[in-house]
C-alpha cells in the first residue's frame, strides 16, 4: 500500500504519431507502513520528451528519462519498484532488465538508478497505413543501491517500426548492442 502522484503537461500535436511538441512528466511515489502496507521506500522520475519537424516530413525525437527509488528504515527496495533498463521501452538493443545490474549468473536484479537517453530520427515509410520507421540511438544504464550515477553508459543502435494500425499501435525494433559485455547478446 502506497501513495503514487504524476503531474505531466503534453504539448504534442498528435499523442500516436507526434510532428512536434514536448511531453514533460514528474512522479513521486511513496510506499509506507502508515498507510497499512509492509513496504517502506520512496520513488521519484522525470521523464521528458521533444519532438522537432525536420524536412520532408521527417522528424527528431529525443527523450530523457532519470529515476531513483531507495528503501527507508533499513527495508529493502520491493523488486516491483525497481527500474528494469532494457527492452523496446528503455533501451533498444538490450533484453529486458539487461542494461541494469545483474547477478554473476546472469540473473536480473533490478536498478535502484537509472538514466536514460532516446534519440530518434523518425521517417514516413506510407503515410496512407500511417506506417513509420525510426533510425535510433539509445544510451542508458540501471544502477545498483552503492553504484553512483555517471555517464560511463550503455549504447545501442538500430531500426524500428512503427503502425498505427486498426487494432491500435504496433512497433517492432532491431537494436545492436554497441559494446556487449561477455555473455550478452550483440543485438
Do not use: C, Q
Amino acid at each position: 500500500t502506497g501513495f503514487r502522484t504524476l503531474l505531466s503537461r503534453d504539448t504534442r500535436d498528435y499523442y500516436l504519431d507526434p510532428r512536434t511538441g514536448l511531453r514533460t512528466a514528474v512522479g513521486f511515489d511513496l510506499g509506507t507502513p502508515y498507510l497499512g502496507g509492509s513496504n517502506d521506500f520512496y520513488k521519484y522520475y522525470f521523464d521528458v520528451i521533444k519532438y522537432t519537424p525536420l524536412f520532408f516530413d521527417t522528424r527528431f525525437a529525443v527523450r530523457g528519462r532519470y529515476g531513483v527509488v531507495e528503501g527507508r528504515h533499513g527495508k529493502p527496495i520491493p523488486l516491483t519498484e525497481r527500474f528494469f533498463v532494457g527492452g523496446i521501452n528503455t533501451m533498444r538493443g538490450f533484453v529486458f532488465g539487461r542494461a541494469g545490474p545483474v547477478t554473476p549468473s546472469g540473473s536480473l536484479l533490478g536498478a535502484a538508478k537509472e538514466l536514460i537517453f532516446n534519440f530518434d530520427f523518425i521517417f514516413p515509410i506510407s503515410t496512407e497505413a500511417k506506417l513509420n520507421g525510426v533510425i535510433f540511438f539509445d544510451y542508458g544504464k540501471g544502477f545498483d543501491e552503492n553504484e553512483p550515477v555517471n555517464f560511463n553508459l550503455r549504447s545501442s543502435a538500430g531500426l524500428e517500426v512503427r503502425w498505427i494500425s486498426p487494432f491500435g499501435p504496433l512497433r517492432a525494433a532491431y537494436g545492436i548492442n554497441l559494446d556487449p559485455n561477455p555473455n550478452e547478446r550483440k543485438g
